[in-house]
Structure formats: structure tokens, C-alpha cells
């Protein structure tokens, strides 16, 4: 791959570099402050759009104001990508990732989508797993990724991977640890087809401040 001096380099850490490429179709990378959590959120929505061409994506927070001040803008600065007034970006492949809040995200809203892909930031924000579990009931977006027909309906089926993922920060015995477990707390997780990423502060020492 051929770098442009404009391109902006971002070396991982090896949990970091864990999480992002993860094969599991749901991930969570849970972690104290200044772990680079947001970082990887976007670096891997953004793996995913580029991924597969006409993918649609979602990146969802909370609290509107969260999205605005914190999401949206580092989004912005990391991928130089101009988010527009609809809060909608596309790619060069015809991917589309949108950004949302989720008290804006009612049964209607998703009823209209089929994601190849979301990601919760701050997902430690909400209270129970019922957002994540409307969320994965929405991850059906075909990417063309092969169509074998399936032995009972001789019709094709699509076979294509899609994720949902989260990033957060540690909070105790909460809906995440209970889905992808803890092995602080001794929880096992629920969740199939998961990978838990955790790290602590002290990982990411040598780029904060030494306050």
C-alpha cells in the first residue's frame, strides 16, 4: 500500500490492533479512560465500510450532544472524511456510514434499516442490552458475498458477515460484562460469536499526559 505525506499514520497498540480487525461478529472493547477506545470504534466502522462496497453502517451514541461534541468531530479528524448535515458520510465505494443518537432510534427508524454493520460508542451509557439486541436484529445487509442455495428451498441465501460491535468503559457487573463476560468478576458471557478486548490506563500510558 502506497502512503501519501498527507496520510495520517496511527500505530496500534496489540489490544487496539485485537479489536479492529476481529473476525468475531461481536466484539467489545472495554477499557479506563485513554485506551483509545474511540479511536478503534471508528477505525473499524471504517474498515467495515471500505470492506464492501454500498455497505450501510451506523454509529450510534446516547445523548445527542455526546454524538456532536465528542463522536462527530473526532470522527472528522481522524479520517479528514466531512460528515454532512444529515449526518451521513460516503465513501469512494459507494458506503454509507450514519451517525446517530439513540433517542432518535425508535422501532420505526430501524424497521427501515438493514445494517452490514453499527457500532455503540459509550455503550456502557445505557442501562440494559435491549438497543444492542434491537440492533443485531438488524444486521441483514447482503454484501454479495457468495449465494449458495439452501438445501431445503433450492433458493439462494446469503452468507455475508455482518457486526455489531461496542466500545466502553469498565462499569461493573452491567448488561456488557453479562454478555461478553468478565474474568475480573468471574462472569463467563452470554454471547456467542463475541470477543472481549480490555485494557487498562496504564497500557496507554507512554501517549497520554502524565497527569
Known amino acids: 500500500m502506497e502512503l501519501n505525506p498527507s496520510d495520517t499514520i496511527i500505530n496500534l497498540k496489540t489490544f487496539q490492533d485485537r479489536f479492529i480487525p476481529s473476525e468475531k ?4 472493547f472495554v477499557g479506563g479512560w485513554g485506551t ?3 479511536l478503534c470504534s471508528i477505525g473499524r466502522i471504517l474498515n467495515e465500510s471500505q470492506k464492501y462496497a454500498n ?9 445527542a450532544t455526546d454524538l456532536a461534541d465528542s463522536t462527530v468531530k473526532d470522527f472528522e479528524r ?14 469512494f465505494n459507494g458506503s454509507e456510514i450514519m451517525f446517530r443518537h439513540l433517542e432518535e432510534l425508535n422501532e420505526r427508524n430501524l424497521n ?7 457500532c455503540i460508542i459509550q455503550a456502557d451509557e445505557l442501562d440494559t442490552d435491549s438497543v444492542f439486541m434491537k440492533l443485531c436484529g438488524r444486521l441483514r445487509r ?11 428451498t433450492k433458493k439462494p441465501q446469503c452468507i455475508c458477515r455482518q457486526t455489531g460491535f ?3 468503559n469498565t462499569n ?11 474474568p475480573e468478576m468471574g462472569l463467563p458471557g452470554t454471547l456467542e460469536d463475541a470477543e472481549l478486548i480490555e485494557a487498562r490506563t496504564e497500557d496507554n500510558a507512554d501517549v497520554l499526559p502524565a497527569a
Open 25 to 28: 461478529r461481536y466484539p467489545a
Open 36 to 38: 483509545g477506545k474511540d
Open 55 to 63: 455497505n450501510l453502517c451506523l454509529v450510534a451514541r446516547l445523548e
Open 78 to 91: 481522524y479520517t479528514k472524511l466531512k460528515i454532512d448535515s444529515h449526518r451521513n458520510v460516503k465513501i
Open 112 to 118: 427501515n434499516m438493514n445494517l452490514g454493520a453499527f
Open 142 to 152: 447482503c454484501h454479495g458475498c457468495g449465494r449458495p442455495k439452501n438445501p431445503l
Open 166 to 168: 461496542v466500545s466502553a
Open 172 to 182: 461493573g457487573e452491567d448488561w456488557i460484562a453479562r454478555l461478553w463476560g468478565s
